[in-house]
T-cell receptor, first 115, second 112 residues
Framework: NAGVMQNPRHLVRRRGQEARLRCSPMKGHSHVYWYRQLPEEGLKFMVYLQKENIIDESGMPKERFSAEFPKEGPSILRIQQVVRGDSAAYFC?????????????FGEGSRLTVL | SQQGEEDPQALSIQEGENATMNCSYKTSINNLQWYRQNSGRGLVHLILIRSNEREKHSGRLRVTLDTSKKSSSLLITASRAADTASYFCATVPIQGAQKLVFGQGTRLTINP
């Protein structure tokens, strides 16, 4: 039973380019969370999605960032016109239940470097 | 702003000793969880304690929760070099969307 799969594991972009990070949740999980982690810091919540629905995007920057979790396929975190400050590790996590948040299952992360 | 604040930020002890990490939070919670992160890796869930529980054990791990003080502690007994990692507490607030809010973490180093 595969865990949460994130790709790419490492991504290098130049300023102004777009970054697309993908996350496939664990089998049977319908809830996906995206977090950002700067070096030596904790994880900051970005967005919580269910299939075809954004539940909470209170942690998403108002511009350039978007996320989706379509009916078919992985969840996508999209960053347009990247800037150096977007360099970070982006973690996806999934869970099977709602209403009583339990354990989250994390992927290995996608590390974005903006040159 | 972060809900959880871990203390200390960094801890270095000898193998075999016990390691204690503390976490404080601000708002009422549904549950509190501890996660471990090895360098360059994702987070791994260690233990979950609900707001109506005071103590929980899992192997060499012992977690306490004091909701009156809004604090929790994680104790790792008989530490091993392989326990070297960052440890994060995360809370699920009672109100609002059910999402985990993480603290800054404690970086634990076990010296052989």
């Amino acid at each position: 039973n595969a865990g949460v799969m994130q790709n790419p594991r490492h991504l290098v972009r130049r300023r102004g380019q777009e970054a697309r990070l993908r996350c496939s949740p664990m089998k049977g999980h319908s809830h996906v969370y995206w977090y950002r982690q700067l070096p030596e810091e904790g994880l900051k919540f970005m967005v919580y999605l269910q299939k075809e629905n954004i539940i909470d995007e209170s942690g998403m920057p108002k511009e350039r960032f978007s996320a989706e979790f379509p009916k078919e396929g992985p969840s996508i975190l999209r960053i347009q016109q990247v800037v150096r400050g977007d360099s970070a590790a982006y973690f996806c996590a999934s869970s099977p239940v709602t209403g009583d948040a339990g354990e989250l299952f994390f992927g290995e992360g996608s590390r974005l470097t903006v040159l | 702003s972060q809900q959880g604040e871990e203390d200390p930020q960094a801890l270095s002890i000898q193998e075999g000793e016990n390691a204690t990490m503390n976490c404080s939070y601000k708002t009422s919670i549904n549950n509190l969880q501890w996660y471990r992160q090895n360098s360059g890796r994702g987070l791994v869930h260690l233990i979950l304690i609900r707001s109506n529980e005071r103590e929980k054990h899992s192997g060499r791990l012992r977690v306490t929760l004091d909701t009156s003080k809004k604090s929790s502690s994680l104790l790792i007994t008989a530490s091993r070099a392989a326990d070297t990692a960052s440890y994060f507490c995360a809370t699920v607030p009672i109100q609002g969307a059910q999402k985990l809010v993480f603290g800054q973490g404690t970086r634990l180093t076990i010296n052989p």
